[in-house]
């Protein structure tokens, strides 16, 4: 079974860092765009916004909210994504989603494959 699986939120104060791990497991194949997306306190699922993204060969795009903040990587090797949170605020706190566009096991393809969520709270 295809699955992501997120770890690392927390409370933190602002200012302070975070670092979110997502982990693919059930395959191997890399060849995607993976990403987080985060729903804030309040709004519905598919309202998330879009934080950052990662093409298989490293292309990144980064929400204007997170610019300078955030850095996403991914290792392809340790099917591994992770997004590094630093100079946090109090309007980062939400629930972080790991995404796959596409992946890919024993001849089917599975679209928009979502982790469970992990929750980030930044205190004032």
């Known amino acids: 079974q295809v699955q992501l699986v997120e770890s690392g939120g927390g409370l933190v104060q602002t200012g302070g860092s975070l670092r979110l791990s997502c982990v693919v497991s059930g395959t191997t194949w890399s060849d995607n765009i993976m990403g987080w997306f985060r729903q804030a306190p309040g709004k519905e699922r598919d309202q998330s916004e879009k934080?950052?993204?990662?093409?298989?060969?490293?292309?990144?795009h980064y929400a204007d909210s997170v610019k300078g903040r955030f850095t996403i990587s991914r290792d392809n090797a340790k099917n591994t994504m992770s997004l590094q949170m630093d100079s946090l605020k109090p309007e980062d706190t939400a629930v972080y989603y790991c995404?796959?566009?596409?992946?890919?096991?024993?001849?089917?393809?599975?679209?928009?494959?979502w982790g469970q969520g992990t929750q980030v709270t930044v205190s004032s």
């Open positions: 934080v950052a993204t990662i093409s298989n060969r490293g292309t990144t």
């Open positions: 995404h796959a566009d596409v992946m890919y096991y024993k001849g089917t393809y599975y679209y928009g494959v």
